[in-house]
């Protein structure tokens, strides 16, 4: 119980800074009393523009961010237990590209005549890329690294079909707006966007929770977790669609990020072992924090200028992934 309140408290803290740093620093207890004033109607005076920044800029973008850090880290610690494999992670394996093509396909195509929604599209497109990569994957062999060359091919033929429909089918305004998409941007989410991110990612974390003895399983292979009664196929696809869905919504609202979904289950592991059980909310709450305060770094390293998340994911994640595979080999 105890861990429980504070983790909350470490992710209501890194939400507090998200909604008071940026280009224009806000005092912390503005903050406060902007969400009393919106959440209990507390009724103190304020300016409205610094309270219009807090909760219609800052606030949301945070909760996105945490909801999206969340999310792909426990897609990657579920598809590194599944394939038994610690690069696994849903941005190499060809998911985000492949939800990246299919949100572009809706957006720019206009794939769905309308019917099919941008997060619906993403979802489809992952789910269709990870099946591409689970087949070139069986064709070419079982084994582990045999799955993360068929998810770089995936995430090749991905990206360029991506390119591809951009260069053809969009206007100069929409090819800038894709491209700066496609390198992760919170710029434009709100409040609206975070209703759709928050429910997907506490959905799928707690299917993949329910499912985190099986998980334990996973990682001695697929006969040992059907030697101890788990119904792999069913357990996996179950895994794998949540997975996919979070992947796909998160990537339909901020764009592709990667290195969140495979450093952070690592430094996770780090801290609690290999048990899902704990290893999957801990996970969480790393990816929930590093994204919001990426998200930070990414507005006020460069003044005047908001960078995309995904470079300063990419600048952080892969010094941070190098030391924790250095202190890996020097514990084995």
């Known amino acids: 119980m105890l861990k429980c309140v504070l983790a909350i408290l470490v992710l209501l803290c890194a939400l507090w800074l998200g909604a008071a740093i ?13 969400v009393a004033n ?8 304020l300016e409205p523009i610094d309270e219009g920044i807090v909760w219609s800029y800052r606030l949301s973008r945070a909760v996105v961010a ?11 610690a579920v598809l590194q237990a599944l394939l038994r494999n610690p690069l696994a992670d849903p941005y190499i394996l060809g998911v985000s590209a492949g939800a990246s093509t299919g949100a572009v396909s809706v957006v ?19 789910l269709l890329a990870f099946g591409l990569v689970s087949l070139l994957s069986l064709k070419a062999g079982r084994a582990s690294s045999m799955i993360i060359l068929a998810g770089v091919a995936g995430s090749q033929l991905f990206n360029a079909l991506t390119s591809f429909i951009v260069a053809k089918s969009a206007t100069a305004e929409q090819a800038r707006g894709v491209m700066f998409w496609l390198l992760g941007n919170l710029s434009g989410v709100r409040w609206p966007d975070a209703g759709l991110a928050v429910p997907a990612a506490l959905i799928g974390l707690v299917i993949c929770l329910t499912q985190a003895r099986a998980l334990d399983a996973f990682t001695f292979g697929r006969d040992s977790a059907a030697s101890l009664g788990i119904s792999v196929r069913r357990t996996a696809a179950l895994l794998i669609a949540a997975s996919a869905m979070m992947t796909s919504v998160m990537v339909s609202l901020v764009g592709a990020i990667g290195f969140v979904g495979l450093v952070i289950p690592h430094a996770a592991r780090l801290l609690v072992g290999f048990r ?8 969480a709450l790393i990816g929930a924090v590093f994204m919001i305060l990426a998200d930070i ?21 892969a010094p941070a992934f190098a030391i924790i595979l250095t202190q890996r080999k020097a514990r084995s």
């Open 297 to 317: 770094l990414s507005r006020i390293v460069i003044p005047g200028q908001v960078l995309p998340i995904g470079v300063v994911t990419a600048l952080v994640g």
């Open 38 to 45: 919106r959440l209990w109607d507390a009724g103190y005076p």
């Open 22 to 34: 940026g280009e224009t620093s806000i005092p912390f207890s503005t903050v406060a009393k902007t």
């Open 276 to 283: 899902h059980g704990a290893l999957l909310p801990v996970s």
């Open 66 to 76: 945490a909801c999206c850090g969340g999310a792909l880290a426990v897609s990657g």
């Open 108 to 126: 720019i195509l206009g794939i769905g005549g309308g019917i099919i929604g941008l997060s619906t599209g993403a979802f489809l497109g992952a």
